[in-house]
T-cell receptor, first 113, second 117 residues
Framework: KQEVTQIPAALSVPEGENLVLNCSFT??????LQWFRQDPGKGLTSLLL?????REQTSGRLNASLDKSSGRSTLYIAASQPGDSATYLC????????????FGTGTRLQVFP | DVKVTQSSRYLVKRTGEKVFLECVQD?????MFWYRQDPGLGLRLIYF???????EKGDIPEGYSVSREKKERFSLILESASTNQTSMYLC????????????????FGAGSRLTVL
């Protein structure tokens, strides 16, 4: 059974720092991996999707990498800003039903001025 | 602007009440999902629908049922609400393309926070 883990559970950094959020998964046979952002009390917004054939995807100050063989993905945020404060979740498709996503528990990020 | 709309942001119900959570999407998506989100447990899939009148149990379907009479609407029903169903409920939708085409990007609603007293 696929399990998705995110470490750390919470992170607090000063504005301007570059930071890395980690996501690991137990079954490396994934089709893709997604990173989401969730603001307090809100739904999730898809940030990046990396296909299994890709090693990374970039969107603005965000860069996500994927290493299937080691069961890991990282989300790199450059020059963090207070507006980046949110919970970040990663998710992979289920093996038998790829329309369903399995989510990690998230990393709660706070960027202070 | 395309969106997934959950009709109620906050609800307070009493134990034993029947609760309806409604979700509507305007993207003509085939797939619709109901998740619940609890601290420390993350998002857990309750039910999933891949077409009108079609449904599939997720990881935690007990105590819930769903209805999808129209493509754009997916309802979650708590037949007899209990305190352990106090949670944030998130609806999402996605295209029905198979994952090999690079689809299954979910669009989420804003969430419905349910408190059962």
């Amino acid at each position: 059974k696929q399990e998705v883990t995110q470490i750390p559970a919470a992170l607090s950094v000063p504005e301007g720092e570059n930071l890395v959020l980690n996501c690991s998964f137990t079954d490396s046979a994934i089709y893709n991996l997604q990173w989401f952002r969730q603001d307090p009390g809100k739904g999730l917004t898809s940030l990046l999707l990396i296909q299994s054939s890709q090693r990374e995807q970039t969107s603005g100050r965000l860069n996500a990498s994927l290493d299937k063989s080691s069961g890991r993905s990282t989300l790199y945020i450059a020059a963090s800003q207070p507006g980046d404060s949110a919970t970040y979740l990663c998710a992979v498709p289920g093996y038998y039903n790829t329309d369903k996503l399995i989510f990690g528990t998230g990393t709660r990020l706070q960027v202070f001025p | 602007d395309v969106k997934v709309t959950q009709s109620s942001r906050y609800l307070v119900k009493r134990t034993g009440e029947k609760v309806f959570l409604e979700c509507v999407q305007d993207m003509d998506h085939e797939n619709m999902f109901w998740y619940r989100q609890d601290p420390g447990l993350g998002l857990r899939l309750i039910y999933f629908s891949y077409d009108v009148k079609m449904k599939e149990k997720g990881d935690i379907p007990e105590g819930y049922s769903v209805s999808r009479e129209k493509k754009e609407r997916f309802s979650l029903i708590l037949e007899s609400a209990s305190t352990n169903q106090t949670s944030m409920y998130l609806c999402a939708s996605s295209r029905g393309d198979r994952v090999l085409s690079g689809a299954n990007v979910l669009t989420f609603g804003a969430g419905s926070r349910l408190t059962v007293l």
